[in-house]
């Protein structure tokens, strides 16, 4: 079958089930009135130099949620990459609250002080990224939100002299629905010189 992108169901369903697995950029700001915390399937690195970061929420203006709404205002976030021992714990911050909740109280996560920004980060991550505003921009229906990375908390356990160790991560990553995977299913394939 061939044709538009609402030819086969909605464009948003063809491209989450389609583009995948996703990682998924699980992000923590500063409010006013409490942290926020999540979680975001759009996502990817935008920019190793200098190193960007980018996630798109739906929405935009007045209708973005209080976590990019807080990441544009304030020009600082923290990006948490999500491992399958903290899937759960994830899931829950992708609940609505009403503004004012801490999601991170909500959803039971500890929280760490960030080193260089103004925002928690997620205490038992074993990577998260703390970052500053690069650049937002609307396109279409949802908001690019570009974070450049100023500094990163690596845990040593993921680490391989020095090094992050993919192998040791276990990052999940967003499929389509109520779908995850996660990095354990690998193989190598040498690119041509």
Same mark, same amino acid.
């Given at each position: 079958?061939?044709?538009?992108?609402?030819? !086969?169901?909605? $464009?948003?369903?063809?491209?989450?089930?389609?583009?995948?697995?996703?990682?998924?950029?699980?992000?923590?700001?500063?409010?006013?009135?409490?942290?926020?915390?999540?979680?975001?399937?759009?996502?990817?690195?935008?920019?190793?130099?200098? $190193?960007?970061?980018? !996630?798109?929420?739906?929405?935009?203006?007045?209708?973005? %949620?209080?976590?990019?709404?807080?990441?544009?205002?304030?020009?600082?976030?923290?990006?948490?990459?999500?491992?399958?021992?903290?899937?759960?714990?994830?899931?829950?911050?992708?609940?609505?609250?009403?503004?004012?909740?801490?999601?991170?109280?909500?959803?039971?996560?500890?929280?760490?002080?960030?080193?260089?920004?103004?925002?928690?980060?997620?205490?038992?991550?074993?990577?998260?990224?703390?970052?500053?505003?690069?650049?937002?921009?609307?396109?279409?229906?949802?908001?690019?939100?570009?974070?450049?990375?100023?500094?990163?908390?690596?845990?040593?356990?993921?680490?391989?002299?020095? %090094?992050?160790?993919?192998? %040791?991560?276990?990052?999940?990553?967003?499929?389509?629905?109520?779908?995850?995977?996660?990095?354990?299913?690998?193989?190598?394939?040498?690119?041509?010189?």
């Amino acid at each position: 079958m061939d044709g538009a992108p609402d030819a !086969f169901g909605s $464009p948003y369903r063809l491209l989450s089930g389609a583009v995948v697995p996703r990682p998924i950029a699980w992000v923590s700001t500063r409010g006013d009135d409490a942290d926020n915390l999540a979680p975001y399937s759009f996502s990817t690195v935008a920019s190793v130099d200098p $190193p960007v970061l980018v !996630f798109a929420p739906v929405g935009r203006g007045p209708s973005l %949620k209080d976590t990019p709404r807080n990441a544009i205002s304030r020009g600082e976030f923290v990006v948490n990459v999500v491992t399958r021992d903290l899937v759960e714990a994830m899931n829950e911050t992708a609940a609505t609250v009403p503004p004012g909740v801490d999601e991170f109280d909500h959803a039971g996560i500890e929280k760490a002080e960030a080193v260089r920004v103004d925002a928690p980060r997620v205490a038992d991550a074993n990577v998260a990224f703390e970052c500053t505003l690069y650049d937002s921009m609307e396109v279409g229906s949802s908001t690019l939100v570009l974070g450049e990375v100023v500094h990163a908390h690596v845990a040593d356990e993921v680490l391989t002299d020095g %090094k992050l160790d993919t192998r %040791k991560l276990d990052a999940v990553g967003r499929l389509a629905g109520n779908e995850y995977a996660t990095t354990d299913d690998r193989f190598e394939l040498v690119r041509p010189d």
